[in-house]
């Protein structure tokens, strides 16, 4: 029988256990399917409780235990549930539930799809989020950017049913790409895209957006084409059909919206009364509700106005325009169709969608991971990007079996969801129930809803996305960062919703580029020595660039009979942290030139691996000392390389002794 060693004694001996990879453990090769990591457990029965097979071997069940927790966040929070985390989840879950129903019935117009496919993208993200979110605020849905983007995306698809399908298939992609973004932990690609070129676009979206419904704000039921500048034109062309009833209750909807908004602000000061007595909390508790659910209401308002004139008969014709929703059950679970109509292949769908397959993952993961950074640092909690990506991704590809177009995370459902006092990511289940109720039992009044209560919900959400002050702080702190802002917002307005980051964040990453390619640098002449003095890193892009700079000052100091003849070029590379192959193959072929020129290079202050990857280089003409004064001073009593070694050898020994 092999030899078997107690855990702890092996642990010493730094050997492992053939079953629990990666921890100390026994010496028997274990081939024979028994653990030894114990000596009285050699030859565990087939009927070994699990509990003491995690007693014999725990650390075959850590790494199952670390994977159930990075990609199943629900099972961290679910042990601790209590009924308290139940009441605050389904009083948030409620609360959201009244906010998300009338915004997806309005989103779905921005994506220009019946308004039924916006209630069936608002469900399916709730459930799934709570499974694989790691943040307890963020709600998953239809938002305005993504409607619109989808929107953009489509618009070439020809008839509704290919442009639905095209929808659903965008989702389906957006969601592949997403999850095997996550799974390759790719989540900083998004740290590529800056904050000018977010809120460029965010504006720019949002002007589309507005723009866009003021159509259904007036009546005018021509179709509007975009971009912006086309749309303006159309509804110009057009405002002679304005409808006096769709204005007329249009405006008084935006007024009850922004009524609303405003009387929320004053009912949460006045909860923060603490000598105020329990019926005067349930009143105010009740108006909070009322007001956070303003859209709920305006549309319920809206929709009895609606129902009223219709009941009229003939007098209503012409008097409101009313939303076109087709009134059907749950959607069935089938996967996406992705062979258009009167096409042979998907290739034809790819074809349409072009960009957009791409840019849809990134914009949707963008918007939701700065909405879930945000409320996990106000709330003190930490999210982890690549495993939202891969919720979000499940979200998508799920949401597409149920008819869904693309869904994010919604900043104004997050925001309301946190006031609520959500606890856990549970309350989607509410949130998302109470959708499935929508769609099942109240479809029938959907049909009474003005389009111009939908467009005044959406106008009055848009306009404050956009942002005015940052142009402010942008141009106090770095206005050289308002020309990537400008690009985005005006690329975006004008090319579209789907160019405006691309080229935005391509023209930024050049500025990047130039950045590294021209190093922060000083000069300094001290006598016969040119100090060149690196306020940062130093990379191959601008080895040239400096090189060419080192050039230039032993040139002029020729050609100026004021100064003298450069006999060395001092390196302070204190603030440089590593170098690369390319630097060091330039740096070599240059000191050799100088030295054909008798000068001499000396490098100064470097730090440790910087100066270990040189010295294996071997770079002739290439000196180190520890400090510019102790170069300079080399350099003005120095008559033979022994002196030059010397102080490299002085070098050595204070590093060594560090």
């Known amino acids: 029988m092999a030899e078997t060693k107690p855990l702890v004694e092996a642990a010493s001996s730094g050997d492992t256990c053939c079953l629990c990879i990666g921890r100390p453990g026994s010496l028997q090769s274990g081939r024979d399917g028994r653990c030894t990591c114990q000596p009285e457990r050699a030859n565990p ?31 961290k929070w679910l042990k601790q549930y209590c009924v308290r985390w139940l009441i605050a ?6 609360t959201v539930g009244l906010m998300v129903v009338p915004q997806a019935l309005a989103y779905a117009s921005i994506a220009r799809l019946p308004e039924q496919y916006g209630l069936y993208s608002a469900f399916m993200g709730c459930f799934i989020y709570i499974i694989f979110g790691t943040s307890k605020d963020i709600t998953l849905g239809p938002t305005a950017i993504v409607s619109l983007l989808t929107a953009s995306l489509t618009e070439s698809c020809g008839e509704q049913e290919n442009r639905i399908q095209c929808a659903i298939a965008l989702s389906l992609f957006s969601g592949i790409i997403q999850f095997t973004l996550g799974i390759l932990n790719l989540g900083f690609l998004v740290d590529f895209i800056p904050v000018p070129v977010i809120s460029g676009f965010t504006s720019a979206a949002a002007i589309t957006i507005a723009v866009g419904q003021a159509k259904d704000l007036f009546g005018i039921r021509k179709h509007v084409r975009r971009p912006v500048y086309l749309a303006v034109y159309d509804i110009c062309a057009h405002i002679r059909k304005t409808k006096p009833g769709d204005i007329s209750l249009g405006v008084c909807c935006i007024i009850l919206v922004l009524f609303l908004k405003y009387f929320k602000s004053h009912v949460e000061n006045l909860r923060k009364n603490s000598n105020l007595h329990l019926v005067q909390k349930a009143a105010l508790k009740f108006l909070w509700l009322l007001c956070t659910a303003r859209n709920a209401v305006v549309v319920l308002v809206a929709a009895l106005v609606g129902y009223s004139l219709k009941a009229q008969g003939a007098w ?12 059907s059950s749950f959607p069935g679970v089938r996967p996406p169709d992705l062979t258009l109509e009167n096409a042979t292949s998907p290739v034809t769908l790819f074809k349409e969608l072009g960009i ?18 945000a409320f996990a640092r106000k709330n003190r909690y930490k999210i982890e990007p690549s495993q939202e990506l891969i919720a979000l991704g499940i979200s998508n590809v799920a949401s597409s079996f149920v008819s869904s177009y693309p869904v994010t995370g919604s900043f104004s459902r997050t925001a309301v969801n946190a006031q609520s006092g959500v606890c856990t990511p549970a309350a989607g289940f509410i949130t998302g129930g109470i959708v499935l109720l929508a769609i099942g039992v109240l479809s029938r009044g959907f049909v009474y809803i003005p389009r111009t209560a939908l467009a005044a919900i959406i106008i009055t959400a848009v306009l404050p996305m956009v942002e005015l002050r940052i142009l402010l702080k942008i141009k106090k702190l770095r206005p050289i960062d308002l020309i990537p802002l400008i690009l985005s917002f005006v690329l975006t307005l004008f090319l579209g919703i789907e160019w405006g980051v691309p080229i935005a964040v391509v023209v930024y990453v050049l500025f990047l580029l130039y950045r590294h390619a021209r190093p922060r640098h000083e000069v300094k002449i001290r006598g016969n020595v040119v100090c060149l003095i690196f306020n940062g890193g130093w990379n191959f892009p601008g080895v040239e660039y400096i090189w060419k700079r080192i050039h230039s000052e032993i040139t002029t100091s020729a050609g100026d009979a004021e100064r003298q003849m450069t006999k060395t070029v001092v390196f302070d590379c204190a603030s440089m942290p590593d170098i690369d192959y390319t630097i060091v193959q330039v740096m070599k072929e240059y000191c050799e030139e100088l030295n054909t020129k008798n000068i001499r290079v000396f490098l100064v202050n470097s730090q440790p691996q910087v100066l270990g990857i040189l010295q294996k280089a071997e770079i002739e003409n290439l000196s180190f000392f520890p400090s510019q004064e102790a170069a300079i001073q080399m350099s003005s009593s120095i008559k033979s390389s022994t002196e030059v070694n010397a102080g490299e050898d002085d070098l050595i020994a204070i590093l060594q002794g560090n």
Do not use: M, N, W
């Open 45 to 75: 029965p087939l009927d070994y409780c699990q509990h003491e097979y995690r007693e014999c071997c725990p650390c075959v069940f850590e790494p199952f235990k670390f994977f159930l927790g990075d990609r199943f966040p629900f099972v």
């Open 89 to 94: 989840d389904g009083i948030a879950g409620l």
């Open 316 to 327: 209503f014709h012409g008097q409101i325009t009313l939303v076109d929703y087709q009134t």
């Open 356 to 373: 957009g397959i791409g840019i849809t993952p990134l914009i949707s993961f963008l918007e939701a991971i700065a909405i879930a950074k």
